[in-house]
Nanobody, 126 residues
Framework: QLQLVESGGGLVQPGGSLRLSCAAS????????IGWFRQAPGKEREGVSC????????NYADSVKGRFTISRDNAKNTVYLQMNSLKPEDTAVYYC???????????????????WGQGTQVTVSS
């Protein structure tokens, strides 16, 4: 069974940092573009960041540019989202997504991904 499992969420004070991890189970992430999305209560789902299947292309929402960094370690079958300088408006459930796209050098932060994880809660509050 193909699964994506997010971890690393939690409660952090404004200005703090968290690193989210997305581990694949039942398949290898090699060849998959990976996206991170988030959804806050009462708000629409928002694309946060993505990384191409080869890791050479990364994209970020304007709201997180300069603060979040996406990376992947295919040897560990894991993708990471390093989140620094967190703000209360970053509070949301964060989802990891994957889409088979081995030939593309690009990725998108539109919700066009086949596989989705269950999400991990990130709360930024003092």
């Amino acid at each position: 069974q193909l699964q994506l499992v997010e971890s690393g969420g939690g409660l952090v004070q404004p200005g703090g940092s968290l690193r989210l991890s997305c581990a694949a189970s039942g398949f290898t992430l090699d060849g998959y573009a990976i996206g991170w999305f988030r959804q806050a209560p009462g708000k629409e789902r928002e694309g946060v960041s993505c990384i191409s299947s080869r890791g050479g292309w990364k994209n970020y929402a304007d709201s997180v540019k300069g603060r979040f960094t996406i990376s992947r370690d295919n040897a560990k079958n894991t993708v990471y989202l390093q989140m620094n300088s967190l703000k209360p408006e970053d509070t949301a459930v964060y989802y990891c997504t994957a889409d088979w796209n081995p030939s593309s050098s690009f990725c998108t932060i539109l919700p066009r991904y086949e596989f989705w994880g269950q999400g991990t809660q990130v709360t930024v509050s003092s």
